[in-house]
């Protein structure tokens, strides 16, 4: 026998040695076999305007068909509990931090820090601001803790969303190998009509474990935790590979989908059941019920869906494969293409339907301030900025930049206004923006009906058009806003940005800060809604110069048409 492959031998069993001593101390989850009833994940609900959560980041092991890796994840099963809170709620997280040491080397746009964290409560419009969702300020190391504070709007949108680990840097280690949590915010007795709050719905949390990647995020990062025996990438819903949801045929079902994967876009395709969408990003559309053909989930997106499946034409269960298909635009981003799980459909005891009920026309009968409609040539923008994804000479640019801190700045917003981004580049990344979502003022190319002027989104991706015209409102609060393409290998590696909203009126718009000039004196944010910025007069001063700085680089670089390489330098106060 050749020594090489003697040698080769005793390295594998050492390996397979040291992974099962170390895994024998970590709890494990047992990772139900393909096929399997859909699980769910157990329910944290509020009562009484209120719910105290402890959400702890630990090692767990994963043990399965085809699986046995080590990784992260919340309160040690994937997915982590569903959080279910109302609008008006006051929501407490307890973060606690269980990894162990390494920290890791301290690094700028690649991966570090692997044991270290924060939360993100994707989504969600509240404070930006700690303790709130604060993901640039809050950084925990093993064995800390942290009480986040979320104060619902009682008129908060209802919907979809979730929360997941947002440190830059250790995104993909714990976000994408397997930390996430369903977050709804439930319907208000009354908000729905009759037909919708009768549904029976399931929350479906969608993720994907690819390997190579995670084995390099740790490679680079220093990680000592990740370890997998497996190569094979993992697709899991609900935490099982291909489950099964069983349903009732021809009765309309309301499905929460939840994309908590890494990078990949899923089109997801639902076989011979009539699908209907409802919402999208936690946010309902106004044209219920919209026929739709395919379902385009980016990372980080939601759809809410209603739909029926009918039984085979004998009468006996009907399986229907939830496949996600290849991208219909050759160059644009990647879609997985495979099967995510299966709907089976069938006659039950319960009283059949003699004929298919239609479903009834629905749109809510009022919306938050931060959803009203800003379509049409009656609102004026107030504030304009572009905002290019991977254009230039770095694929990972936002605006033209990698990320260079949480207080260097892309675009300054005014508050209380209405903005409007112009994006690109939407081809090949997926857009996510922090506390304030954005509105489609036109329906893009491609004759998606998934896709709609009007429609609302915090997290988008179009293949079939590159380009969007968003608009939002910059009301409730003041503060940091995050942007980052949702890739979460590309947010780590640069692909993310901070903005600011602070001031007020057109005086206070500037797009294109981002520079190597010395930051200016800082003002301290207030974080009360609709509250009156107090400055003092020597910043004040300062703001006026570094706006019309950045008022002298616009003109410049609409002169030049187009998005400069150059730098055109400023930095206003955070």
Not at 397 to 408: T, Y
Not at 513 to 518: F, M, R
Request: charged residues 15%; contains cysteine.
């Amino acid at each position: 026998m050749p020594l090489a492959f003697l040698l080769f031998t005793a390295k594998l069993l050492l390996t397979l040695r040291a992974f099962t001593s170390e895994a024998s101390t970590i709890p494990e989850v047992q990772v139900p076999s393909r096929g399997s009833a859909l699980p769910s994940a157990p329910v944290l609900r509020s009562e009484g305007g209120k719910l105290e959560v402890t959400l702890k980041l630990q090692p767990v092991r994963l043990v399965g068909q085809g699986i046995d890796l080590i990784t992260r994840a919340y309160d040690g099963m994937i997915p982590g509990p569903t959080i279910d809170v109302l609008p008006g709620d006051r929501l407490l997280i307890d973060l606690r931090n269980e990894l162990e040491i390494p920290i890791g080397s301290d690094a700028t746009n690649r991966y570090h820090h692997p044991n270290s964290t924060n939360l993100h409560v994707h989504g969600l419009h509240v404070s930006p601001l700690a303790p709130a969702d604060d993901v640039f300020g809050i950084s925990l190391r093993p064995g800390d803790s942290n009480e986040y504070e979320y104060l619902l709007l009682p008129d908060h949108s209802p919907g979809t969303y979730w929360a997941h680990p947002h440190h830059h840097g250790s995104v993909v280690m714990q976000a994408g190998a397997g930390a996430a949590s369903a977050l709804l915010v439930r319907d208000p007795p009354g908000f729905l009509s009759p037909q919708l709050d009768a549904m029976e719905e399931r929350v479906l949390v969608l993720q994907n474990l690819p390997l190579a990647l995670l084995q390099k995020a740790a490679a680079t990062s220093g990680d000592e935790l990740f370890r997998s025996v497996f190569t094979d990438d993992i697709w899991l819903v609900n935490g099982a590979p291909e489950p099964v949801l069983s349903v009732q045929s021809m009765v309309w079902y309301r499905l929460r989908l939840i994309m908590a994967g890494v990078a990949s876009w899923l089109n997801l395709d639902f076989g011979g059941c009539e699908v209907v969408l409802l919402a999208k990003d936690g946010i309902y559309i106004n044209d219920f019920p919209r026929s739709i053909n395919r379902v385009s989930l980016p990372p980080g997106g939601r759809a809410d869906i209603v739909l029926r499946c009918h039984e085979s034409e004998d009468g006996t269960p009907a399986d229907h494969t939830v496949t996600s298909m290849p991208s219909p635009v050759n160059g644009s981003a990647k879609a997985f293409v495979g099967s995510l799980f299966a709907i089976r459909s069938a006659k039950t005891q319960a009283p059949q339907i003699d004929s298919p009920v239609p479903l009834l026309p629905w749109r809510p009968s009022r919306r938050p301030t931060y959803l009203q409609d800003l379509q049409g040539d009656l609102t004026n923008p107030d504030c304009s900025c572009k905002t290019p994804l991977g254009v230039g000479g770095n694929t990972r640019w936002i605006d033209g930049h990698l990320f260079q801190g949480a207080k260097r700045y892309l675009h300054q917003w005014p508050r209380d206004a209405v903005a409007e981004r112009s994006l690109s580049g939407l081809d090949k990344h997926s857009f996510h923006q922090h506390t304030w979502p954005y509105q489609l003022q036109e329906t893009p190319a491609g004759s998606d009906p998934y896709f709609k002027a009007g429609d609302w989104h915090d997290t988008y991706q179009n293949v079939f058009a590159s380009q969007a015209r968003v608009r939002f409102s910059t009301v409730d609060y003041s503060g940091p806003e995050v942007v980052h393409c949702h890739a979460l290998a590309h947010s780590d590696s640069g692909m993310i940005g901070a903005e600011i909203v602070v001031g007020r009126g057109q005086s206070a718009c500037a797009c294109d800060l981002l520079g190597e000039a010395t930051p200016v004196v800082e003002v301290l944010l207030s974080d009360q809604p609709s509250s009156t910025l107090s400055v003092a007069a020597f910043t004040s001063c300062l703001l006026m110069l570094g706006l019309a700085a950045a008022t002298f680089c616009q003109v410049a670089r609409a002169a030049r048409n187009g998005v400069s390489s150059e730098a055109c330098y400023t930095v206003l106060p955070a």
